[in-house]
């Protein structure tokens, strides 16, 4: 079933609004950082939440976090800073005079805080230290000196891990640490584990040879990751009621939660010869056997154990299984990924347990949701939810939300944007987005453009986004960066001539610089390359004599692209545009779509004065002109060759040809106009009028006049909302006053003016007018 989308509570959505509104906020320290003008006592609950919301917003930096140096007004006790590109300065100044409970410094940006500068600047205030009950340094690194000259501990940045004096066991209120992914060493792990209120370890992936420091705190650990432990030393497993001394792992009676999955099950992967381990697993799964087959309760090996993962692990076997959950029914996790275990069926018999596996989509997602920080499982559950959705025809945003939070816990991991990005096309292809939320699908673009902006060379990471991107519904009516998923997608389309994604590149880029802003449009235009790749596929799509989506798509983006761009304009002709577009006219002669984007670009280049002369070749403009005065052609094709021909004769002082060439197309312009019928529909839509107020001067020929007045009165006519405040704004509806009133206008002129005035008059009417009486009932 489809859980719903996590909605954003109000307290949430305020948080954001101060976290974007903090420049407005605050005044700047000496050193850049903020300060709050006004700052009030937050309550703790709020002040946790506030930089919480900072660090998943991507705000938190040594300039942001800067605010919570007042310790008055903002009293921290959960610090959450996961991913932040904070320095040890920074963190120092604004974190540690706050009487910390919980902290987590997991996974620092890289070339910022160390994990050993982070545990140096908690000891420098003593009160925190006997505060910190819970502290995450994962994916840190330990580089610790010997005391440095102050006193305190001397912190290097890089190097191996050296025991410092007053490091992890001044934090005597420790309850719960993860030091995962930290290079943890055997010295390291024997302080850590003289904590005396130790209850939770993550030592995963760390480089420690041996766990015999874990007794030092068995009477209290309760919980114990020792995920993909690689460099443990080889010792037998003694049973304890066998003679010697029993395995470490087996004498930690009190533990509840144990974790000895391993990242090496891939099968060029697998170690020779089993661990300790190996062997501690099996003995555990399979204990010590009764007459029928199963566990003797009084020789279960650690009774308390309700979550025991042990993912990764080939040698698991379904009989194994069986017995470890029959013996055990307060058993709420068992982590079977990658052990081919988990279609075990007593695993289904159990409600309340929940299993990673391979087994369901139940088992998938669960593994999803678990090992999102553990690339190695995140990578082979994504596998397992791209082969269970090939074929889906129900919206699940449930599993678009588990993939999204997979790639940005992995932003930098090849493996996992590769897979994650197939499913995330799998998830919303065909009719699948549009029945989701729009939040949602917005997210899922972002990391679709963060995936090709980390990934520009990976072939299949850059077609997987591109087909996702491939959605008429996601590219108009979802909210994203439009401008950069143009430019990769342009950048992609410029190395690679694959003939089905080159359409879907193209037609990607011409909806999306369709949507940009008119700045975006011509900072885009500005760049020649965009320019020029687009004319080789119009080149290439037309040396074919073929008239397909992609010829469509390519000149349609040029169209855009030239809208309101000098620029652009230029580098199109530079580039030879102007003699590839006049041949395109004429070997296209009977396609109205090809024809309407040829000639709607020819118009923007028109209205360039720099460009006209360019355009001034008498047979171009005598071809222009038999199409402008062909009734058999369409007037959604007529209106832009008009359009061409009123803008390049509106200027005489600037005309270079034959004089009864100027005087035939003022004629023509004219005679052609007046026999159009009103459009059906809207066949243009307009940013701005400036290129029309030349045209509508009381001066300029009746041609001239005529086509612009029956170019504003057709999207008035059509959008009266939203073109008349442009109209007012830009001064076109001053301009059509003055015609209607001017005693030398054409009388046909005369009456578009004033049908266009009436529009927009009663438009503005509507608009002032007061509001009507209540209802009654």
Known sequence: MDAPVPVMSLCDLCLSRVCWSLDQLCDSRADGSLRLRRAPSLPTETADQLLHQMTVEGLLNDRTVAIFRDSKAFRLRRAFIRGGPISPGAFRLALCPHRLQDLDASRLAEGHASGAEVLAALLTNPELTSSLQRLSLAGLQLGWDPLGPDGGPSVRAAGPSVRAVGGFSSLRALRTLNLADTGLTDAALEEVCSLPLLESLDLSRGAVTSLDPLLGCRATLRSLSAHGLHGLRRRPVVMPTAHGEPSVLIRLSQLRHLDLSDDRFAANDVPCGSSEVDEVVQRLLEGAPDEEGFPDEEELILPALVSLDVSGRKAVTERAVRVFVKARPSLVFLGLLATGGSACEVLTSRENLKVTGDANETQVCEALRRYKERECFLHEALILLYNLTVDLSTPRQDLLQLVLEGMRSHPSSLQVQLVASACVFSLTTQDLAEAMSPRLLSAAVDQLLLSMQSFPSHAQVQKNCILALCSDYILLEI??????????????????????????????????????????????????????????????RASLGVVDNTLRFALSALWNLT??????????????????????????????????????????????????????????????????????????????????????????????????????????????????????????????????????????????????????????????????????????????????????????????????????????QAQRAPPGPPHKE
Not at 485 to 513: G, N, Y
């Open 479 to 540: 909210s994203f960066n439009r401008y950069l998923a143009t430019k990769l997608v342009m950048t992609w389309l410029s190395s690679h001539d694959d003939p089905t994604l080159q359409k879907m590149a193209v037609a990607i880029i011409s909806v999306l610089v369709a949507k940009l802003s008119t700045e975006e449009t011509t900072q885009m235009g500005t760049d020649v390359s965009i320019i020029r790749q687009l004319l080789g596929v119009v080149q290439q």
């Open 563 to 764: 809208d309101g761009s000098p620029a652009a304009g230029r580098h199109f002709v530079q580039g030879q545009g102007l003699e590839l577009y006049v041949e395109v006219l004429e070997s296209y002669c009977s396609e109205p779509s090809v024809q309407q984007k040829v000639l709607g670009l020819l118009n923007n280049l028109a209205e360039v004065e720099e460009l006209q002369g360019d355009l001034m070749e008498e047979d171009l403009l005598d071809y222009v002109l038999s199409v402008l005065g062909d009734p058999r052609v369409g007037v959604e094709v007529r209106y832009f060759a008009g359009g061409f021909l009123a803008q390049l004769s509106s200027r005489p002082k600037a005309w270079t040809l034959r004089q009864e060439l100027l005087e035939t197309i003022h004629q023509q312009l004219h005679l052609t106009v007046m026999t159009w019928s009103p459009a059906e529909r809207e066949m243009v839509s307009y940013r701005c009028f400036t290129p029309f107020l030349p045209l509508l001067q009381t001066s300029q020929p009746a041609g001239v006049q005529l086509w612009a007045a029956w170019a504003v009165h057709l999207v008035c006519s059509h959008n009266a909302p939203h073109y008349s405040p442009m109209l007012q704004q830009e001064g076109v509806v001053l301009l059509l006053e003055a015609l209607a009133l001017h005693p030398g206008t054409h009388a046909d002129i005369q009456a578009l003016a004033r049908l266009t005035l009436h529009l927009v008059g009663a438009r503005q």
